[in-house]
């Protein structure tokens, strides 16, 4: 396949395009430092120097030209204002998605968040900062305009809490799932299943569990 990833520098990404290159498809990671180019470089990612926050649809639409699918793992990152969170975290993933639709490339993968459903309609949780609120909303945004989209068959991951423990291969993966935490290593290794998968769209939660991971892809779709 040939898998175009935005937010490419992300900790899961990385991760994700390593797995990915290393069985042979063809990876394209779009980072906004060109600084970050040499890291997807020896990960076995061609690297495209891309800001999601200026580009344009015709720029998006060029880079995604023959793929087959696409990742958005971009986000505003830790330090980030609540106005980049929406840029980011929305903004570029509604890029990413009308650029998809335009160059034809139907299937797209988001990595969206557990918690989201604490801000629907526009609730504000107890105990949650302002930043992180901003956060969800963005989030919860990006998934509701992608989802409404006939034209794409997209699949939205809502991982638990990241952590850089070693991956199991097993995890809890459903339609809903209780809190929890899980391995970066097993969030890119389920974006590989789910590719694979060729569903036509999901909302699934991850954390850890003792399925092995294409059982629970498998059972999801």
């Given amino acids: 396949m040939r898998i175009v990833v935005a937010g490419a520098h992300g900790q899961v ?17 779009l980072v906004r430092n060109p600084d970050h180019r040499s890291d997807l470089e020896g990960d076995g990612v061609e ?27 971009a986000g505003a990152g830790p330090g980030s204002g609540t106005a980049r969170k929406d840029t980011v975290d929305r903004g570029a993933a509604v890029l990413l998605a009308d650029a998809a639709e335009q160059a034809g490339v139907r299937r797209y993968l988001l990595v969206s968040s557990m918690g989201v459903d604490l801000v629907a309609d526009g609730a504000s949780p107890d105990g949650v900062d302002e930043v992180f609120t901003a956060y969800l909303r963005a989030k919860l945004a990006a998934e509701q305009d992608l989802l409404a989209r ?72």
């Fill in 13 to 29: 990404a990385r991760r994700l395009g390593r797995l990915l290159s290393a069985r042979g498809d063809s990876v394209t990671g």
């Fill in 150 to 221: 006939p034209g794409l068959a997209v699949t939205v991951l809502r991982p638990g809490g990241l952590t850089d423990d070693p991956g199991t291969g097993t995890v809890t993966l459903d339609r809903h799932v209780e809190r929890g935490s899980v391995p970066r290593d097993d969030v890119a290794a389920v974006l590989v299943a789910l590719l694979d998968a060729g569903r036509d769209g999901a909302v699934v939660e991850l954390v850890s569990g003792g399925t092995p991971i294409a059982e629970a892809v498998a059972d999801v779709t």
């Fill in 47 to 73: 690297p495209v120097v891309l800001d999601l926050e200026q580009a344009t649809v015709d720029d998006v639409a060029e880079v995604l030209s023959g793929a087959d699918a696409v990742v958005f793992a």
